[in-house]
């Protein structure tokens, strides 16, 4: 029986999805901002909060080339 070929890693593949997952946090900080009357503390904050989270989905996406 043969092994499961390593998924590689592609890094234009995990700067999308660091890349996207910024975005959408500090598109939502923004319009939760902005219903409060301060978007730019809304895009601020998500992006604080975007980052980490950024981070973490390209690990969970890629968790299987680093074993």
Known sequence: ???APRESL???GAGAVLLGTTAASIG????????AGAWPIGALVGAVV???AGV??????????FS
Do not use: H, N, Q, S
């Open 56 to 65: 973490l989905a390209v690990y969970r996406r890629y968790r299987g080339v």
């Open 1 to 3: 029986m043969e092994r």
């Open 50 to 52: 975007g980052i980490p």
């Open 10 to 12: 592609d890094p234009a």
């Open 28 to 35: 939502v900080g923004a319009l939760i901002g902005w219903l």
